[in-house]
């Protein structure tokens, strides 16, 4: 695969908005991050490879004003950055709140990894959340101390897996952390060393009980495994959604039948930085037999339309909107 690398360009500004959009200003931020697998993001190696990536800073209105605003990083799934996550940024503008929507692909060279996850590790993307929050928190109209992460699939992963603290002991910036970690539809199939010391900010998760692309009964043992530490976490289940239920692009369900997925695949790190098939102490690869091609994608409204209400609550708390 031929790998594009983005030019390193100051941040620029757009004051020309589309019409309908709720957003005063746009500001594109490329920063530095580093690539890495899985293994060695999980053990940190000494050298690892740079790259430039950008986001999207939409700041509401009203424009000019100088009040420090509260910031949700919002992570994508691996589609790339696709409807449901522009549409997140906006119901979250409509709130107040400033987003950053993080591309995590084209400074890659990736255009999706929805066919062969290879492309990109799963855990590498907590780097470049962790340099967005850096970046974000040095801007003038953020409040450094009201910055969430929130992510949907892949980018799920990312905002659930941001609050481990050996994660942000090795990676994050020191001094600062995100206010909230809320992830749509992570997976959650992987018991990490140290998975059950994480942050003491709430982390909140929404997931389909109909998704066979990232099924949520992993999600719930990890859910409860956290509330049994006394972590403030909660999942929302909603029972008809499929993957992609925030995704109204896709009002009918849809099969991908190329879609890679690790729906039945139980793993467990060994020290360190070793992903195991669990009770096999078998190196996993994506070339395992429980890698399966096949799922269902399709938007849910009723499903979507509690998730905004839930989260406009959960923000309005968070951020003492």
Known sequence: ??????????????????????????????????????????????????????????????????????????????????ANEDG??????????????????????????????THMGLLSPIIDAYRALELLSKHSRIDPERIAVMGCSRGGCVALYASVRRFQRMYAPRGIEFAAYIAFYPLCGTTLIGDEDVSDRPIRLFHGAADNYVPVAPCRSYVQRLQRTGKDVELTEYPSANHLFDNP???????????????????EEKPLGKIVVKGLDKPFTLDDPCIERGVDIGYDADAHSHAKDALKKFFASVFGL
């Open 249 to 267: 692009q896709f009002s009918t369900v849809t099969h991908l039948p190329e879609a890679q997925t690790a729906r039945r695949c139980s793993l």
């Open 88 to 117: 997140w940024s906006r119901e979250l503008n409509k709130l107040g709140i400033a987003t950053f929507v993080l591309d995590c692909f084209t400074g890659r060279g990736i255009n999706e990894t929805i066919s062969n996850q």
């Open 1 to 82: 695969m031929e790998k594009r690398q983005q030019p390193a360009i100051a941040a620029s500004e757009v004051d020309a908005i589309t019409p309908g959009a709720e957003a005063a200003k746009i500001e594109v931020h490329c920063f530095e991050s580093m690539t890495l697998t899985d293994e060695q993001f999980l053990i940190g190696v000494a050298r690892p490879a740079p790259v430039t990536i950008s986001g999207y800073l939409r700041l509401p209105p009203p424009w000019g004003a100088s009040t420090r605003l509260p910031t949700v990083v919002i992570v994508h799934g691996s589609g790339g950055i696709m």
